[in-house]
Each structure stands twice: as C-alpha cells, then as structure tokens.
C-alpha cells in the first residue's frame, strides 16, 4: 500500500498509474494534445448525446416524455455524491505524491481531492443514463466515457482506481436513479393526459333540461 494522506492508496494502482503517466510523458505531442483535450472535449460530447437521446423520447408516451425530463438529473445527482465521497476519503492527488511528469497543465491545488474521479463520475452517469433512453446512441456513449476516465490517469491527475471508481458510481447512480425518477413522473404525467381526453360535460345542455 502507498501511503496517501488520511488513506492507503493500493500498490497495484499506483504502478498502475506511473506506467500510463510515465508512458503519456513520452508519448508523441499530438497524442498529449488529443488526449488533454479529450478530458474535458468528451464530457460535452456525452452530453450531447444525453441531449439528443432525450430529444428521441419526447414524442412517444408518458414513460418516454418522463424518461426525457428527468435525463440530466442522474448525472447531477452522481456529481453531488462524488464530492461527497471527494470530503469523506480525503485521497491526495497522484501529481502531489508521486514524483512523475505529467502532461495536465497543473496538478490541481491541495483539496481538490483525487477519491473519486468527477470527471469519471459524470462520464459514467452520462453514458448509462444515455443507454438506457437509446441503445444506439448509448452504445456510442459507452467507450466514450471509459475514454474520459482513462483520460484522467493518462494526464496525470488521478489513480486508476479512482477512474475506475467514479465510472462505476455514476453508472449506478444512473442505473437506480433514472427509473426511480421516472416512474411517479410518468404517472402524473399520464393522468393530465387521460384528463385532456376525456370528454367535457355538457353543461349548457343540462341547463336547460
């Protein structure tokens, strides 16, 4: 085990992480240029993604609607839980332990804990909740998120463990929250359609009688 601040960081992680960074050091300039930008670039695709899977459901029935309203939500949602995580393990940085190059622009400053990846996190609900509104498209979403986490461990700012964590965190989140979310939605919506279709009495007629 590293030692790594309030927590032990497992050997095989940190191995694990000074190959990849050691490897991202020496690789040629636009595979570093490619994949920093991907870090960030990626997360906006995913949620483009989300956007378009949403937009696909917004004309089938109750479910489909509700599915489309609550679809940013499970991503918020894994977001909030991840920087709770963040405050309760407390794991340093790799770039702050670990003397190794690395190709982000700068190690985030002390605080910005490493436990679990939001990067990761947000990729994982982004992706799961995609593929649950459209196979197609979710199936594009996957690989996409796994390469926005190995992004982090590869521009040096986290271990693979905690990519690997909040990849899988987020993917829960998505996998619980969404029909959690969606059903008492559906319903309400639903029933204010069965009331914009059912007849209006004829309350001008009955007057008269």
């Known amino acids: 085990m590293v030692d790594n601040g309030s927590i032990d960081v497992p050997e095989i ?6 190959d990849v960074v050691d490897a991202a050091a020496g690789s040629p300039e636009p595979v570093q240029w490619f994949v920093g930008h ?15 899977a949403a937009l696909s459901r917004r004309s089938g029935g109750p479910h489909d609607r509700a599915l489309a309203l609550i679809a940013p939500l499970p991503a918020l949602l ?23 190059e690395i190709i982000a622009s ?7 804990w490493s436990f679990p990846s939001n990067h990761a996190t947000i990729a994982g609900a982004l992706a799961v909740t995609t593929l649950l509104l459209s196979r197609r498209l979710g199936l594009v979403a996957l690989p996409l998120a796994a390469l926005a986490a190995f992004s982090r461990v590869f521009v040096g700012v986290h ?4 990519v690997i964590a909040g990849v899988l965190f987020g993917a829960l989140v998505a996998v619980m929250i969404t029909p959690l979310l969606a059903r ?4 309400v919506l639903r029933r204010r359609a069965d009331r914009q279709d059912s007849p209006v009495p004829n309350l001008a007629g009955r007057s008269r009688q």
């Open 106 to 112: 700068a190690c985030p400053p002390p605080g910005d």
């Open 159 to 162: 271990y693979p463990h905690d």
């Open 38 to 52: 991907a870090t960030e670039g990626v997360i906006l695709i995913l949620g483009a993604l989300l956007l378009m």
């Open 78 to 100: 894994a977001y909030a839980g991840s920087e709770f995580l963040k405050t309760v393990v407390d794991e340093e940085r790799p770039c702050r332990t670990i003397g190794r």
């Open 184 to 187: 008492p939605i559906g319903e």
């Open 13 to 18: 992680s940190a191995e694990w992480y000074r």
